[in-house]
């Protein structure tokens, strides 16, 4: 079965710091990555994906993830966050075939001005 | 966004009452989807749809059913509602299978069982 691991479950910055939120996953084949922001009082929103290609994947907003497949792991990083990046992160996972995505627990950011 | 509409928006109610969720797409997607998110484990799947009269569970379905009769409408209800199914309720679509096309999200139900 799949499972997905987000190791930071709040994290706290200042405008201008550089985020990197941790995301690793179980199973051992082909897999799709997903990452989705979760705004205050919002729905969940794609922020980017990976199924194939280039290990590192540009999103909206200026984040970006890398797949490590060695390492089964796709952190998110942006270089500097703004007050407005301040909500709920989330990973998925999908293995290739399977219909189902599965979630991580969620990371919060709060990003103080 | 994707059209989406979830009805309720916020529903109280009390324990051994049964209470359906609607999930409405306006983009004639193929694919529906329940989740359940709570504190602490992110969003669990409790049943999707492939098609119109086709569903199947997903990893918390226990107490939950869903009824699927028309491409756009996707119920869920709970028959005998349980303090333990207080949750924000979110349906999702998506085009096709596998996931070459991510899901979209509707805003969420906010469900309190008393």
């Known amino acids: 079965a799949q499972s997905v691991s987000q190791h930071n479950h709040h994290v706290i910055l200042s405008e201008a710091a550089s985020l990197e939120l941790g995301c690793n996953y179980s199973?051992?084949?082909?897999?799709?990555l997903f990452w989705y922001v979760q705004y205050p009082g919002q729905h969940l929103q794609l922020l980017l994906k990976y199924f194939s290609g280039d290990p590192l994947v540009k999103g909206i907003k200026g984040f970006e993830a890398e797949f490590i497949k060695s390492k089964f792991s796709f952190n998110l990083r942006k270089p500097s966050v703004q007050w407005s990046d301040t909500a709920e992160y989330f990973c998925a996972v999908n293995a290739r075939g399977f219909q189902k995505l599965v979630f991580g627990t969620g990371t919060r950011l709060l990003v103080s001005p | 966004d994707a059209g989406i509409t979830q009805s309720p928006r916020h529903k109280v109610t009390e324990t051994g009452t049964p209470v359906t969720l609607r999930c409405h797409q306006t983009?004639?997607?193929?694919?529906m989807y329940w989740y359940r998110q709570d504190p602490g484990h992110g969003l669990r799947l409790i049943h999707y749809?492939?098609?119109?009269?086709?569903?199947d569970k997903g990893e918390v379905s226990d107490g939950y059913s869903v009824s699927r009769s028309k491409t756009e409408d996707f119920l869920l209800t709970l028959e005998s509602a349980t303090s333990s199914q207080t949750s924000v309720y979110f349906c999702?679509?998506?085009?096709?299978?596998?996931?070459?096309?991510?899901?979209?999200f509707g805003d969420g139900t906010r469900l309190s069982i008393l």
């Open positions: 199973y051992g084949g082909t897999v799709n």
């Open positions: 999702a679509i998506s085009e096709t299978q596998g996931a070459d096309q991510p899901q979209h």
């Open positions: 983009e004639n997607h193929r694919y």
């Open positions: 749809s492939y098609g119109v009269k086709d569903t």
